[in-house]
């Protein structure tokens, strides 16, 4: 009773601990960038929409803009990417007034050097008080944004979560494990131990990353359970030692795809088939392919795709655009391949403590 409490309340201390939306975007994912640049041009296209006072003239005045906002929006999304470490460790506050004055200096130093030629200067001051306005314009966006999708962040992990354990996997282990009781008794007991860790790690929090070693261990003891009830119809090859072992990685990220493998690509075969786990590390990237058997689009084939939509959109909640899942079906095989940026825990913990500033 003291261990469950005890168990309890830290679960409660995590998740009060990382109910609040991490307000300080991070300046170094491709999607915050994109969309940071993207939502300055789109403010500057409606100053120049208001300024406008002859449409024949407009082309030329969204040229002369571009010239004068380009370069030092360009140079400030450098300069916050460099600094992006740094400015996590600083208070929410303090935060932002330093973005706030970065992307102001950096507006008065292209003002002041990099005018360009035939183009009236915009003045120091307005140079200054645009730059500033559109970093406290962009850390309000983001801002509302992940306030209005941490609910959503929530219930579709929940979403996913309940997806991943079909029943029909429960009732078929239970049915394998009374198979070999009275043959094998050890053997039964140990796939309980193996369903109970499986499903332990199924029903926890998992809102952080882990290492992709763990990740393995549990695909393996799904594995091992499914070789319990289908025997030599299920072949399986692992080719993951070109792949660091402490990368991390989403939890429960590669289980629901050897679900998908087993459900979807050996079940119906009516010959023995393999499913293939590849990952491999290319410089800053780690990539990981389940392959199987592919039978045609069939209902059950409809189902993998539910699954896989699932599985993108967790990747789109902890990557943002650094991670995709690709999928194809070629020559009797279908492959899902899932890239996501090579992160360890030293990386990890850094971030973190960025996102509690």
Known sequence: ????????????????????????????????????????????????????????????????????????????????????????????????????????????????FFS??????????????????????????????????????????????????????????????LGVIRSDPRRAEQALEEMADLFRVLMAENRALVMLEQEFALCRQYLALEHLRLGERLNVVWDIDACPPDAQVPPLMLQPLLENAVYHGVEP???PATVTSRAARARDEIRIAVSNPYHGDSIRQTGNHMALDNIQERLMLFYDLEARLDTEARGGVFQAVIRLPYRTAGKADKTDKGNEA
């Open 116 to 177: 360009p030629f035939g183009l009236p200067p915009a003045g120091q001051l307005r140079a200054a008080l645009w730059g500033a306005l559109a970093a406290l314009i962009l850390l309000a966006y983001f801002d509302l944004r992940s306030r209005a999708f941490s609910p959503a962040v929530t219930e579709a992990r929940l979403m996913a979560l309940t997806a991943r354990i079909r029943p029909h996997f429960l009732f078929n282990s239970l049915n394998a494990v």
């Open 1 to 112: 009773m003291h261990s469950r409490a005890t168990n309890d309340k830290a679960t409660n201390l995590s998740i009060r601990q990382n109910s609040g939306p991490a307000r300080l975007p991070d300046f170094g994912n491709l999607g915050v960038m994109l969309r940071g640049l993207l939502l300055v041009n789109f403010l500057a296209l409606c100053a120049a929409l208001a300024r406008n006072q002859d449409l024949a003239a407009l082309p030329q005045e969204l040229v002369e803009l571009a010239a004068l906002v380009e370069p030092p929006l360009i140079a400030s999304v450098a300069l916050l990417y460099i600094a992006g470490k740094s400015l996590a460790r600083l208070s929410h506050g303090v935060a932002v007034a330093a973005i706030a004055t970065i992307c102001a200096l950096v507006a008065v130093l292209f003002d002041i």
């Open 269 to 271: 075969s009516p010959e």
